[in-house]
């Protein structure tokens, strides 16, 4: 398979700003990984003119894709698991060329992952968390059985990636293969919820249950990121809370987060005068830690 390719990858790695070149190959029927393409190859350039650029290739009955990459869309990708079959084929893809380490640098901190990349992928998968739950703990309480059901499945993929993250690994398309080695908890949750033989409300109201215990208990932890942004200032106000560039990937979240935040104790409203008489502006900050 690599000898084949050669030619279109060495093309590339002539270029002056190809960085590094990786090769993945399928290896089961249906591989979600590679989107089912036999071959990915994956090329990761800098100041590229599209920060994404796909090509398919049909050889000999296989197929390959070629996917070249801006290496800030991809650090985007890493730091937000946006894209997580990129992070995939970074960590499980060979090297085939690579510029002053660029590649094998990489995959190392990877490995390492960071605690400032590691405290915001938690933060994004709280805040989709905490939105999901509260959604299908509404839609429970209003009788909307099978809507709260589809909800709380969603629910517990975040807390699923949740876990991962905290035990230091970047969560994988295949993510309760994962779950299952890992954080056996969580993947008994998942099971409950799917396999029970109770009816979908029964299954509902006792998972409503459960992940309220797992959220609260991972609330400051998984907050951290924006606790520790708030306690550098503050108050805040809501609107510069929501357009800090460091929020900007659980923004949408935000609201639901924070009013969690301070049901927990661990933000603090102070209201703040306005012009009007016995109305305040609400203003946030960080708890301090007990």
């Known amino acids: 398979m690599e000898d084949i390719l050669r030619p279109i990858y060495q093309e590339r790695a002539s270029q002056a700003n190809t960085l ?6 399928k290896k089961k029927p249906n591989s979600p990984v590679t989107d089912n393409f036999d071959v990915i190859l994956f090329i990761i350039v800098k ?15 296989q197929s390959a894709a070629m996917h070249i990459v801006d290496e800030t869309l991809l650090q985007k990708w890493i730091d937000t698991s946006s894209y997580r079959r990129a992070v995939e084929w970074v960590i499980n893809g060979s090297i085939v060329f690579e510029r002053n380490d660029y590649v094998t640098d990489l995959k190392e901190r990877l490995r390492t992952f960071p605690t400032h990349t590691r405290d915001l ?3 994004i998968e709280f805040a989709k968390l905490i939105r999901s739950y509260s959604e299908s703990k509404d839609l429970f309480e209003s009788g909307q059985f099978l809507d709260a059901f589809s909800r709380m499945v969603h629910s517990l993929h975040y807390l699923a990636r949740l876990a991962v993250i905290e035990k230091g690994f970047h969560p994988e398309v295949t993510v309760w293969n994962q779950v299952r080695r890992i954080e056996p908890e969580v993947y008994k949750l998942y099971q409950e919820l799917i396999e029970s033989k109770e009816d979908i409300d029964k299954r509902v109201q006792l998972m409503i249950l459960a992940v309220e215990h797992a959220v609260s208990v991972r609330s400051r932890t998984s907050a951290k990121h924006l606790l520790m942004l708030m306690g550098k200032e503050g108050p805040w106000s809501f609107g510069e809370l929501k357009i800090h560039p460091e929020i900007q990937e659980y923004a949408l979240d935000l609201s639901s987060m924070v009013e969690y935040l301070v049901d927990k104790g661990l933000i603090e409203v102070v209201p703040q005068e306005t012009k009007g008489a ?3 502006h609400r203003m946030y900050q960080a708890a301090p830690i007990r």
């Open 278 to 280: 016995n109305i305040y």
């Open 20 to 25: 590094g070149i990786l090769l993945l190959e």
């Open 121 to 123: 992928k938690k933060a």
């Open 47 to 61: 100041d590229a003119q599209e920060p994404w650029y796909v090509k398919h290739y049909e050889f000999d009955d």
